[in-house]
């Protein structure tokens, strides 16, 4: 069964480094989506792109954050200067067509 | 207030047992509704969705949706101990929107 799968499972780093968290949707997905849940809080969405370009984003989104499609099969966040209150779950997921959408395992990110 | 509102719990039941599981909107546009349930350190697996007013089954899992009350429910019959996990409600206006999800209710069945 296809899977949306993330790399790393666990990223550490310092305050004020850049991160990219990578993610492979499922392949013939159109929608891309990335979420974080800090631990112990609710999903939060962050951002939703489609045909090439942010469709939707929240207000947690700001000019530290940015994503990306490379090539056909990644999709990245990237966080420019990361903060303490970054640390979270971030979530990747993907949808074909419909309500359904398919997440990733995870990646935790530790923000020291 | 919140878009979606879900009681955090945590809820523990014997095995065998029926739990209901429930979630409360805010906002009428929500037409699409879903149920994921959530392991310690994974992603959110899609259990159910539901299109509009009304109910769905898929083997033990019911789910039901009110939209003149704003409430959604997920019922899970002869919970089983595998069925431990976080559940949570999600929901969205239109396809390829954002989730909306809920806090997620703990759940354990007890052995």
């Known amino acids: 069964e296809p899977e949306v799968t993330q790399t790393p499972s666990h990223q550490v780093t310092q305050m004020g480094q850049e991160v990219i968290l990578r993610c492979v949707p499922i392949s013939n997905h159109l929608y891309f989506y990335w979420y974080r849940q800090i631990l112990g809080q609710k999903v939060e969405f962050l951002v939703s792109?489609?045909?090439?370009?942010?469709?939707?984003k929240s207000e947690i989104f700001d000019d530290q954050f940015s994503v990306e499609r490379p090539d056909g099969s990644n999709f990245t966040l990237k966080i420019r200067s990361t903060k303490l209150e970054d640390s979270a779950m971030y979530f990747c997921?993907?949808?074909?067509?419909?309500?359904?959408?398919?997440f990733g395992p995870g990646t935790r990110l530790t923000v020291l | 207030q919140k878009e979606v509102e879900q009681d955090p719990g945590p809820l523990s039941v014997p095995e065998g047992a029926i739990v209901s599981l429930n979630c409360t909107y805010s906002?009428?546009?929500?037409?699409?509704f879903m149920w994921y349930r959530q392991y310690s350190r994974k992603g959110p697996e899609l259990l159910m969705y539901t299109y509009s007013s009304g109910n769905k089954e898929d083997g033990r899992f019911t789910a039901q949706v009110d939209k003149s009350s704003k409430y959604i429910s997920l019922f899970i019959r002869d919970s089983q101990p595998s069925d431990s996990a976080t559940y949570l409600c999600a929901m969205i206006m239109n396809t390829g929107n954002q989730f909306y999800f809920g806090t997620g209710t703990s759940l354990t069945v007890i052995p």
């Open positions: 792109f489609y045909n090439n370009e942010i469709s939707e």
């Open positions: 906002n009428s546009a929500f037409q699409y």
């Open positions: 997921a993907s949808l074909w067509s419909g309500d359904t959408q398919y």
